[in-house]
């Protein structure tokens, strides 16, 4: 189901009502209805939010991250805006009903391809890792059918699990490689035992490029991510934040001990979105029921606008 946003939400500190080079989130941000389409030196970014812990359900998770779009929006609302002219918009929320995550992932996908058909990047706050599914849908309809889509995961886990019963939140990418032969995946921030044996091998089978956790630093990463991103066509950027030590990023369903340093993940997200062919990003597994202070929704908070800024700034 879809919802256009609360715009209440988006309010906070005015250091002046005048000043382009004062104003916060909350300054700028427009209805997506505003959207006029793509202009000259100007690329527009459009949030979306995914209210779901359905595949976390399954998945057997703790759940809460359904109510993270509206937490994240919340935090960004008083972030100052640094990135020049005002193309920012918030392109609303879809809702899973009930446990029809399959349909609210459809929706998802034919939201996004509509934004990013009107010249827009697009930022998805979700929801479980099940957004995934949901954000490769609506690139593969943006992007055409022959397309070599780009899957880039920063995450504690392949999600590469089997899907007899019913598709989940660990299953997405195995949904996608099994159906999709213009699909790669590349993922980085795999914890050892966080993945069982057999999903190692099945990565293996599957032809996914991988790095671990204890190798995952933007210089190990930029070789093989420039490799990966010169073989597609289009590429999309989905993070996990059960990829970060649990100590910066309580507030996820599965807390990392050993995760990643923030300062990696957001180097990481510079980068990737830096990318002219990476056209959309999402975040997913954050919890505000499970936070502690707040640190989670901050930190995802922090992701978002680093991915926002790297798309209207290209750096």
């Known amino acids: 189901m879809f919802k256009e946003s609360d715009f209440n939400i988006w309010a906070g500190r005015i250091d002046s009502d005048s000043d382009p080079e004062s104003f916060r989130y909350h300054q700028v941000i427009r209805q997506a209805t505003e959207h006029k389409g793509n202009q000259k030196d100007q690329v527009p970014v459009a949030l979306i939010g995914f209210e779901c812990d359905e595949g976390v359900r399954r998945n057997k998770g703790r759940l809460g991250a359904r109510k993270a779009p509206d937490a994240i ?101 195995k949904q996608i490689l099994d159906h999709d032969p213009n699909a790669k995946y590349f993922v980085c921030g795999i914890q050892e035992y966080g993945n069982t044996t057999e999903l190692f091998s099945r990565a293996e089978t599957l032809g996914v490029t991988y790095m671990m956790e204890e190798e995952t630093t933007m210089e190990t990463c930029r070789k093989p991510l420039d490799e990966f991103v010169d073989s597609c066509d289009v590429v999309l950027l989905t993070l996990c934040m059960d990829v970060i030590s649990a100590a910066d990023a309580p507030g996820v369903s599965a807390p990392s001990v050993f995760g990643l340093d923030p300062k990696t993940v957001r180097e990481l997200i510079r980068y990737i979105c830096a990318n002219p062919k990476t056209t959309s990003f999402n975040i997913s597994e954050v919890n505000p029921d499970l936070d502690e202070g707040g640190r989670t929704v901050r930190l995802g908070a922090s992701f978002v606008n680093e991915a926002v800024m790297a798309f209207k700034k290209g750096v």
């Open 73 to 173: 929006r919340k935090q960004l609302a008083s972030m100052p805006w640094r990135a020049g002219d005002h193309d920012l918009f918030d392109a609303g929320t879809v809702s899973c009903v009930g446990e029809k995550l399959e349909a609210a992932q459809k929706e998802l996908g034919e939201h996004l391809a509509n934004v990013l058909d009107a010249g827009s990047h697009a930022v998805i706050i979700g929801g479980g890792h099940e957004t995934l599914y949901g954000h490769y849908l609506g690139i593969r309809r943006h992007a055409g059918e022959d397309a070599v889509i780009g899957l880039v995961n920063v995450d504690a886990h392949f999600d590469l699990r089997n899907y007899d019963e019913q598709p989940s939140s660990g299953t997405m990418f």
